[in-house]
């Protein structure tokens, strides 16, 4: 089985993982956290280039941390995509605000500047855009749009660490960035996230947040949870950081090894992940779109026959899960019914190899033109 996903662990991080036993460290709820979390934030810092990095224990936190440090509650509306995962919308919820959601653009499923100026209205307060597969959103309309309504700009970077647009990383241009390290994210801690911001009272808001609102300890000066990263997740994510780029040549170096195979393919009934000079990618889904559904999900069946773990994300989208559909009824969503009808992301992350590239590229070759 080749899974769509997988951390790529090695002697490093089990070592790092043992000496946090050995000194018997496995978490301090002193507020600037342990000293395997202080030296993850570092890193993380380092390789961003912002000022203040908080890290928490999931990236559903650091969304939810993020909307509480933004001051958004009860009675305020948040616009982001349908299409992501559902802990976007859920963190919405968690602070007591509406999610109201917004269709997405066919180039690369990220959320659609028109469709989110329509959906603007006096209660809106914050958007999120969310850099889905590690596709970078438009990040200069949103900044405009953003500025000019005097709303917050909180991205969820979940699934982008490491994309860049126009040169500078996803999760640095909003007042926040939230990330995960979740265990198929790109860096993983097995659980854990984090919160990017260069303003310092939102950081130290943050630091706050994360720990029962208090400063000194027993001294809660506002609303907060135990929301810290434990010793042993800082451990994995410390090391991780540090072989942070070879991450990235291994996917980067996939991904160019499918596109060029499956470039082969003469038809038009697949549509392949393309870069651009604006969108770097950190390569964290390999997202192809087949012309129709039945096409889509015959693909995804018989890779899965054969142990490839081809997977959809995310079908259905967040706004037609029952949930969601009964409690916040959504206009029309044409372009994200569309991409949930029509996307299948391969494996491409660093334990595949060139070998089972070109497995998996036959496959979907095969399929694809016997079905024109
Ligand atoms: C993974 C993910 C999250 C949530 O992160 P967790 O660490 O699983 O809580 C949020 N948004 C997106 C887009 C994600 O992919």
Redesign the pocket.
């Known amino acids: 089985m080749i899974p769509i996903n997988k951390p790529w662990i090695g002697e490093d991080e089990k070592r790092e993982v043992l000496s946090v036993l050995e000194e018997n460290s496995l978490t301090t709820a002193a507020k600037e956290g342990g000293k395997r979390v202080q030296e993850f934030e570092r890193l993380m810092r380092d390789f961003l280039k912002v000022k203040y990095v908080i890290s928490v224990n ?4 650091a ?1 939810h941390a993020a909307l509480l440090a933004a001051d958004i509650h009860n009675g305020d509306e948040v616009l982001l995509p349908s299409f ?2 559902v ?2 919308a859920n963190s919405v919820l968690a602070v007591g605000a509406k999610p109201v959601f917004v269709d997405i653009n066919k180039a690369d499923y990220t959320i659609d500047v028109e469709n989110l100026r329509k959906k603007i209205t006096n209660k809106t307060k914050a958007i999120i855009p ?1 850099h ?1 597969y590690g596709h970078p959103s438009n990040m200069d309309e949103l900044l405009e749009i953003a500025r000019n309504n005097s709303l917050q700009l909180i991205e ?1 970077a ?2 982008s660490l490491g994309s860049a647009y126009k040169n500078k990383q996803t999760g640095t241009f909003g007042t926040m960035g939230c990330f ?3 265990a198929s ?1 790109v860096l993983t801690a097995g ?3 984090a919160i990017v911001t260069d303003d310092y009272d939102i950081a130290e808001k943050l630091k706050m947040i994360r720990n029962h609102g208090m400063v000194e300890g027993y001294d809660t000066k506002i609303f907060g949870l135990n929301l810290r990263l434990p010793e042993l997740s800082a451990a994995i994510a410390k090391i991780q950081m540090h072989k942070i780029t070879q991450i990235f040549q291994r996917r980067r170096h996939n991904s160019k090894l499918m596109t060029e195979l499956l470039d082969t393919i003469s038809t038009n009934n697949v549509i392949l992940p393309r870069e651009s000079q604006d969108k770097k990618y950190n390569w964290y889904l390999y997202t192809i779109c087949l012309s129709n559904n039945k096409l889509r999900n015959l693909l995804k069946d018989t890779l899965n026959h054969y142990g490839i773990g081809a997977a959809v994300y995310y079908n259905p989208p967040v706004h037609l899960t029952p949930y969601y559909q009964f409690k916040f009824p959504s206009s029309e969503l044409p372009n994200t019914i569309w991409a949930a009808d029509r996307v299948l992301s391969l494996p491409i992350h660093p334990l595949v190899t060139e070998e089972q590239i070109t497995d998996i590229s036959n496959i979907v070759k095969e399929v694809i033109t016997k079905h024109q």
Not at 58 to 61: A, D, E, K, R, V
């Open positions: 999931s990236g559903t936190s969304l992501t995962f802990a976007t969310v889905l969820d979940c699934q995960s390290m979740y994210k659980e854990g996230g």
